[in-house]
């Protein structure tokens, strides 16, 4: 778990960033709609390692106040980054074949917003890497992962259905 990083640890928030549109005029093509997801997903991959902070970078003997600092810090740049993810996708106006799964990853993505908050709360009674270890284990972690991997893995289901060849990157 040392050598996880907290990026990992919030669902590599660059892997899987999704588009942003303006929503004005005509509903978008389905094309039109993966095209703006692949921008924004490189887009989030170039912001994302501000907010990795390597675990296996933090020694085991690392006073207490210290640790929760640097966790705290890694924590809520993950979450600064995915709240200007969110607002990407929630301005995006999808098609109606994609409406439904839209949907479902906006409510993921918030859902990753909320435990990332938890998180934030939950490092001030640690004292250790294990400990935080257990925090996350105890989390909502692998149940938020999983409603953003199928949310994900459904929008990739229409591309590939329609014949749009895209790789969404749903599984890390």
């Not at 997801?37 to 390597?54: F, L």
């Not at 809520?76 to 709240?83: H, K, V, Y």
């Not at 996350?136 to 949310?151: H, K, T």
Request: hydrophobic share 40%.
């Amino acid at each position: 778990m040392r050598s996880v990083s907290l990026a990992i640890l919030v669902l590599a928030l660059g892997a899987v960033m999704l588009p942003g549109c303006d929503g004005g005029g005509a509903e978008p093509s389905l094309k039109e709609y993966y095209a703006e997801m692949v921008r924004v997903q490189v887009e989030g991959q170039q912001r994302t390692p501000s907010a990795n902070v390597n675990l296996g970078e933090i020694p085991a003997d690392t006073p207490p106040d210290e640790l929760r600092r640097r966790l705290k810090e890694g924590l809520r740049a993950s979450r600064g980054l995915n709240d200007a993810y969110l607002q990407d996708v929630k301005s995006i106006e999808p098609p109606g074949e994609a409406e439904a799964a839209h949907g479902e990853l906006v409510a993921a993505i918030s859902d990753v917003n909320a435990w990332l908050d938890g998180m934030i709360v939950g490092v001030d009674g640690i004292g250790s890497l294990d400990e935080f270890e257990a925090l996350v284990n105890r989390s909502a972690f692998l149940e938020v992962e999983q409603a953003f991997a199928e949310a994900c893995t459904e929008l990739q289901r229409i591309a590939t259905d329609d014949g749009i060849e895209v790789d969404l990157q749903c599984t890390h």
